[in-house]
């Protein structure tokens, strides 16, 4: 460890020259993702972006994010239960400020790459060593960090972090993320869809015949600044009814994105009579096909079953574009393990600043997370 060493930056403008060939195997630890973050990100948010050195050459990249709780206008406002109030108050009164070692904003292991074969001892060193410093930052400006959250890790790396540091930290699990593994033989959606059983051919059949007389269009940056009001209410309305967050976008978070990002990041608008009723995005990440945030007037959710839809517009999308596989997160498991993705586990790490708090966080910390039943679907032959 003599040899690395890190720099913290908090400007975009002030990373090395090599920042974005260091961080070339993921389009979300370069600089135009990064602006984004920087520029619009959530109100309650502050990133910070690490440049991991040996000697004095850029081999690793990674990211932090501060999250303030106290500044969220809700956590999520669907369950309305014992429970929940418990939750709320709870994380208001000693978990309200949050420090996460990756994105806190996408689903997979997007916290750090490197451009060259590197220990896990070595990592879990930086991650630990980068945790102090950014702990001792906020302590000098007379804000004490609650929570530190380390995310999202697989298994195998998981375990790997435990032969070091982190064997005394609370390994915790959530909600499985959805992954879609598309298949080789996959040319046309009709490849896809006749792969179905004839329940879920059914199923995709009476989705598109729901959908009728819906308009779906990719939007221009122009077209996402003219709907700019009316795409971030339809955001704010799924948003809100979530069973918990810890953010919300900023007004003008899509349209810089794209601004930004360009082809890389995509947004579907579903209109009605010329009216914008829903809208999906997507971020093209090399062979990965992730899912971003999307939005819907839930009046006509139902009847034209949106979500259904996008979810099937989005698998459509990665099939036709020669994608290897789509990440679709953590919610709505069940309708989108109907149209083929697998759950699979992801794993972090959380521990509380507050000794006492931190032992009996592995007691509490499954009593906070909202329980989610659901069924694995089968839908292939």
Same mark, same amino acid.
């Given at each position: ?127 630990? %060593?980068? #945790?102090?410093?950014?702990? !001792?930052?906020? =302590?000098?400006?007379?804000? &004490?960090?609650?929570?530190? @959250?380390? *995310? ?42 006749? %792969?179905? #059983?004839?329940?879920?051919? !059914?199923?995709? =059949?009476?989705?598109?015949? &729901?959908?009728?007389?819906? @308009?779906? *269009? ?62 999906? @995005? ?64 992801? @794993? ?34």
């Amino acid at each position: 460890m003599e040899n690395i060493t890190f720099r913290i930056y908090k400007d975009v403008a002030t990373l090395p020259d090599n920042w974005d060939s260091v961080a070339s195997s993921n389009h979300f630890l370069q600089r135009p993702y990064l602006c984004v973050l920087q520029n619009s990100a959530p109100i309650n948010m502050q990133c910070f972006f690490i440049g991991i050195f040996e000697k004095s050459e850029l081999i690793g990249v990674s990211i932090a994010q501060y999250l303030n709780i106290n500044q969220l206008e809700s956590f999520g406002e669907r369950d309305h239960c014992l429970k929940t109030y418990i939750r709320n108050f709870i994380f208001k009164s000693f978990c309200s400020h949050v420090l996460f070692l990756g994105n806190n904003m996408i689903t997979g292991e997007n916290s750090f790459t490197f451009k060259k074969e590197v220990s896990t001892k070595i990592i879990s060193r930086i991650l630990i %060593d980068c #945790t102090d410093h950014l702990i !001792d930052y906020f =302590k000098k400006k007379k804000v &004490k960090i609650h929570i530190v @959250t380390y *995310k999202d890790f697989y298994k195998d790396f998981t375990e790997d972090l435990k032969r070091y540091e982190f064997n005394r930290i609370y390994e915790f699990n959530t909600q499985p993320n959805m992954i879609f593994h598309l298949s080789d033989e996959w040319k046309t959606s009709a490849d896809y869809v006749g %792969d179905f #059983t004839k329940k879920y051919r !059914d199923q995709y =059949k009476r989705a598109h015949k &729901k959908v009728e007389g819906i @308009t779906t *269009k990719e939007l221009s940056l122009e077209e996402i600044l003219k709907e700019e009001e009316r795409i971030y209410e339809l955001y704010h309305y799924v948003a809100l009814n979530a069973p918990f967050n810890t953010f919300f976008l900023s007004k003008n978070h899509f349209s810089f994105f794209k601004k930004q990002c360009g082809k890389r990041f995509k947004l579907f608008g579903y209109y009605k009579n010329d009216i914008l009723i829903g809208f999906h @995005t997507l971020l093209l990440n090399e062979e990965m096909l992730e899912t971003y945030f999307l939005g819907y007037d839930e009046k006509f959710q139902k009847e034209h079953m949106l979500y259904l839809n996008m979810i099937y517009n989005m698998t459509e999308f990665g099939i036709e574009n020669n994608f290897k596989k789509i990440t679709f997160g953590r919610t709505a498991l069940e309708i989108k393990s109907s149209i083929g993705a697998k759950p699979v586990i992801m @794993t972090g790490f959380i521990y509380h600043t507050n000794s006492l708090i931190n032992k009996i966080l592995p007691k509490i910390f499954n009593k906070l997370e909202p329980e989610v039943v659901w069924q694995p679907r089968h839908p292939f032959k």
